[in-house]
Structures are given as C-alpha cells and as structure tokens.
C-alpha cells in the first residue's frame, strides 16, 4: 500500500505543505544496523541533543490514511485532530519533543526511532528542512543481531529466522522506494564503513547535518548520556570491527534466514563493489 500511494506524485504535491523546521535530524534503518551508534555520534557534537527512540512521528500520523496507528497512547489533551495538515501535523510533533530537549538549549536534535523508515514518506512531507540518515548493515548481521536481542518492545518478527528474513525484504524493497521518490533526500550510512573508518563517516555525518567539524564526536564513547537501547554497551567503548560478518559462524544453523534474504545479502555487497 504504501509504495503503491505515497508515490514521486505524493510527495510533490505535500513538500510545501510542511513545516519549514530544521531542527530534526532522523535517524532510521532496521534495529541493530548501527542507529544508536551514529546517534552517540552525533550527540556527541555540541549543537545535537540526543532525544532517542521516540513515538512522536507515529503519533503525528494518526488519521492518515496510508499510516498505522500503532495506538501509543496520548495524554489528556494531545490527540492528534483527524483533520489535521502536514503543518499541524509538525507542529504537534515538535510541541511533544519540545518537552524533552528544551532544557538542553542545542540547536538540533536526534529522533533515533528504527521503525521509522516506514514513515519516511511522511517525515519527508513533514519536514522538508530535515536531515534524515539511513543506516545500512549488512543484512544477515542485522538479522541475526536482532534475533540474539531480547527487545524491550515485542518484535515478534525477530523470533523465527523465516519470518525475520520476511520483514527484512519487506524493509529493503520499501527503502528502495523511498530512493526512487526522494533521490537525495536522505543521506545513507553503512556500519562496516563507520567502523571502518570512523572519522570519514563522522565527517559526511556532520557535513549532511550542516554542523561544524568537533573532534569530540571521535571520541563519542566518552559521552555518558543515557542509552536506553539493546546498544548500550556497544557505544560505551571505542570503535570495533568485531561484529562485521560475525553471522558467518552461524551459516550451518540459519538456512531460512539465508533462503529468505541470500540474494539481498549478495546485492548489499555489490553496491559496495565487494
């Protein structure tokens, strides 16, 4: 449904409908493909504030049509009217962040929230002014970390490999929708490239972000904010390469997986030219 309606037509007609706000900076992809990390990162620059993985964009869709509403909750008061335009819509969103970043005083903030590739299309018509940042891992790792991960939400999907390879393509043929929609739009960031070299990544993080260079975002281990992710851990210490091709010591045990997604993993790494 949603690449059959939020489509190149969509999108055109609502760009200028939103809100002209630059201050969110999305950051999206499937769980455990990077998006904490990048998030330390950048949260560890002095203009970013770091707001996690927050419900507000969901929130915000209540009433479109082409949108779930995934039914959160709202207080007293804060219920998305029906009606609203994209404008309202953003300024909804902004009014509910308000309330968590405004005693940091930072120019930007980080919406850190996975699940909101599926709401691409949106934040786009949204927040035309936004960055937004894809993370990339390859596919295999990210499925097999998600299956190691005991979430704090049900992701249910991340219980049996067949149906975790099945979400996985459904994600992957979606965020190649957004690229055919919104070229440019988004800049798109891959784990191995960030652990690789990580202040080539850094730099193109903040460039994209229209942020200053800052060494401290090298040293984003050292930031002792609050992490409340299954990546806690990891953006504690400084970079690893550890975990790149790590589901190899799973290949005998995964085939389900691997018949679900063995020809995404294939296209993952021609794009990289490996």
Request: some cysteine; proline content about 6%; glycine content about 6%.
């Amino acid at each position: 449904v949603m690449r059959d309606h939020v489509n190149k037509e969509y999108l055109d007609k609502a760009k200028l409908l939103g809100h002209s706000s630059g201050q969110p900076i999305f950051v999206l992809g499937m769980p455990r493909s990077g998006t904490t990390l990048v998030e330390q990162i950048l949260a560890s620059h002095p203009d970013v504030c770091a707001a996690g993985e927050m419900p507000f964009i969901s929130e915000a869709s209540e009433g479109l049509e082409l949108y779930p509403n995934w039914k959160l909750g709202y207080p007293i008061g804060q219920k998305m009217p029906l009606d609203a335009t994209l404008e309202q819509r953003a300024e909804f969103y902004l009014k509910r962040v308000e309330e968590l970043v405004s005693v940091t005083g930072r120019r930007y903030f980080t919406d850190k929230q996975p699940e909101n590739y599926y709401n691409l299309g949106l934040i786009a018509a949204m927040f035309p002014n936004a960055r937004i940042i894809h993370c990339r891992r390859d596919p295999v790792d990210t499925c097999i970390s998600c299956y190691n991960t005991l979430f704090a939400v049900k992701h249910y999907w991340s219980y049996d490999f067949g149906f975790l390879g099945r979400t996985y393509r459904r994600y992957w043929d979606l965020m190649q929708h957004w690229r055919n929609v919104l070229p440019g739009r988004f800049l798109e960031v891959r784990y191995e490239q960030v652990v690789g070299d990580i202040e080539q990544e850094a730099r193109k993080l903040l460039e994209w972000c229209g942020l200053p260079w800052d060494d401290r975002v090298l040293r984003f281990y050292e930031n002792d904010r609050p992490v409340n992710t299954a990546s806690v851990a990891q953006v504690r210490q400084p970079i690893y390469t550890s975990s790149v091709g790590k589901w190899k010591k799973w290949e005998p045990y995964i085939g389900p997986l691997l018949a679900e997604i063995g020809d995404i993993e294939q296209q993952y790494w021609a794009e990289s030219g490996k």
